[in-house]
Structure formats: C-alpha cells, structure tokens
C-alpha cells in the first residue's frame, strides 16, 4: 500500500501563494501520474494539477498561469506552488498517486488526507 502525506495548507490573503507538497512512502515498485485535486464545501472534487512520471503538467483552466505542479522523484513527492491565490481557490486540496506494487502488477490509485487551504482577508 501507499501513504500519501500532505503538508503546507493554511490561511492566506487573497493575492497571497502558498506550497503544498505530497509525500509518498510505502511498499511499490513505481509510481506513474500524481495530481492535486480540491474539494471546496458542496462541490464535487475537481482536478487541480497533475503530472507524469516523466515530468509533463496538465492543468486545469481556472489555475493556469497560477499555479505550477512538480515532483522530485528521488522523494517521490509532487508539489503545488499556488500564487495569486483567490477566494474561490479556498478548499481542502487531496493528492493523489497511481502506483503499482510489482512491475508486472496493475496500477492502483491513492488519497492523501487532504489540507485545508483557506483564502481569506
């Protein structure tokens, strides 16, 4: 299994940036595509960002220009830098990763616990 790990959500001002980062540790032979996705209250979860193994970024229109998505595969660990951040930004930001246990197996999906970003002046 894999453990996703989330860190650096918080309050900030509108305008303001934050970073988050997802580490993965566990038991697994690769990890493909990893990804940001949010979930603002009575919204459905919507990707953010992801990016692939081998480093290329897919964003979602209202973040484009905003945000940047980039992993460190030495640390298995992708990040989200988040600037010009605005109200409607505000929502707890869930990571996720496909990886697979063995070369030979199939590609499973997982969640981190998910952090709070709350844009607010």
């Known amino acids: 299994q894999v453990q996703l790990v989330e860190s650096g959500g918080g309050l900030v001002q509108p305008g303001g940036s934050l970073r988050l980062s997802c580490a993965a540790s566990?038991?697994?032979?690769?990890?493909?595509?990893m990804g940001w996705y949010r979930q603002a209250p009575g919204k459905q979860r919507e990707l953010v960002a992801a990016i692939s193994s081998g480093g290329t970024p897919n964003y979602a229109d209202f973040v484009k220009g905003r945000f940047t998505i980039s992993r460190d595969n030495a640390k298995n660990t992708v990040y989200l830098q988040m600037n010009s951040l605005k109200s409607e930004d505000a929502a707890v930001y869930y990571c996720?990763?496909?990886?697979?246990?063995?070369?030979?197996?199939?590609?499973?999906?997982?969640w981190g616990q998910g952090t709070q970003v709350t844009v607010s002046s």
């Open positions: 996720n990763a496909d990886w697979r246990r063995f070369w030979y197996s199939s590609w499973l999906s997982s």
């Open positions: 566990g038991s697994f032979s690769s990890i493909n595509s």
